[in-house]
């Protein structure tokens, strides 16, 4: 997965959204539908951006960006709305046409299943023409069609469908692991380097404060939320690992840098790291260090302990 955090912006942060919306190139698969609402433009798709319409929508719906950490961009938005008439919440995502094309909105469409299941949506649904790339990508990620429709663009009457997907889709199924390789591989899907605070935020890609305001997870909460810092991961795996009855140690090496350790504003270097011990060999599992992710052998636990802290 790549390394995307959904932002959900402020009001006085929707310039970005404006600028999307505007953009005849993004909005293109918005253009040529029989739709009514204000500020709409049938030739391009774009959209007139109302602040007052969005201060009203607050209830009931969920709007973010998506930021990729790894180059502090956002490269496009996610969202969910209930519709009272058919009594569902309609999802949809746009990636900024520079950014099509690159892996972007499988992960992104993942994230906003999961961000409704913590917000106790059951189901998302979307809908578009048949023919569409995007019919391709909701299959991809799990989505289910469920009605076949006809949808009217540019006065041509096109094949469409409903699609929808249970928003359980993406809790991890921690009963099918069988050895080490298996707990790597599971680590690899299922959880990505992040943290919470005390304030119940989430942070991707970033460690401001993290000394200051850093809360350690739950098993539960680190499956669910699908992140974990070097302590929450370390943590997991020797969950998993206690399931598959493998004998396993949890560490932790640091390196001490100054003589005031109350000192919050500090670097600190530290790292948590787990063994495993089978038939005489010890067993290294690194996913947290993503430069290191991977499995390595040791011939006993001092060589692991001596090699890891070095």
């Known amino acids: 997965m790549k390394n995307l955090e959904l932002i959900k912006p402020t009001i006085r942060q929707y310039g970005y959204y404006k600028k999307l919306l505007s953009d005849p190139k993004t909005m293109n ?39 990729d950490t790894s ?19 309609e999802c949809g995502i746009v990636i900024e ?19 409704a299941f913590n917000n ?9 023409e048949r023919n569409r790339n995007s019919l391709k990508l909701f299959l991809d990620v799990g989505f289910k069609i469920y009605k076949d429709i006809k949808i009217i663009k540019f006065n041509k009457e096109l094949d469409g469908v ?9 809790l991890p199924n921690t009963n099918n692991l069988r050895n080490i390789d298996d707990v790597l591989e599971f680590m690899k899907n299922n959880i990505r380097y992040g943290w919470i605070d005390i304030n119940n935020d989430i942070h991707i890609g970033n460690m401001k404060d993290f000394r ?21 991961q370390v943590n997991l795996m020797h969950y998993l690992l206690n399931k598959i009855n493998i004998k396993n140690k949890m560490f932790a090496t640091r390196i001490y840098e100054a003589n005031d350790y109350n000192d919050l504003d500090s670097e600190e270097h530290m790292h948590c790291f787990i063994l495993c011990y089978i038939d ?10 993503w430069y290191r992710i991977g499995i390595y052998k040791y011939e006993n636990e001092q060589e692991a302990l001596n090699t890891i802290n070095k």
């Open 212 to 232: 200051r305001i850093y809360k350690t997870m739950t098993i539960n909460e680190i499956l669910k939320l699908g992140i974990g810092t070097c302590i929450d």
């Open 162 to 170: 409903i699609v929808r997907i249970k928003t359980d889709k993406f």
């Open 29 to 67: 698969y918005n253009a040529g539908y029989n739709v009514s609402y204000q500020g709409y433009h049938y030739d391009t798709g774009c959209i007139d951006f109302n602040y007052d319409k969005w201060k009203r929508n607050i209830k009931n719906s969920y709007f973010a960006y998506i930021k």
């Open 280 to 289: 005489n060999y010890v067993y290294h599992i690194e996913h947290p260090n």
């Open 71 to 89: 180059i502090k961009k956002y490269i496009g938005y996610v969202n969910y709305h209930y519709n009272s008439n058919d009594d569902i919440y």
């Open 120 to 128: 106790g949506i059951d189901y998302l649904y979307d809908s578009f």
């Open 97 to 115: 046409d520079k950014y099509r094309g690159l892996g972007y909105s499988k992960d992104s469409l993942k994230l906003l299943v999961k961000e």
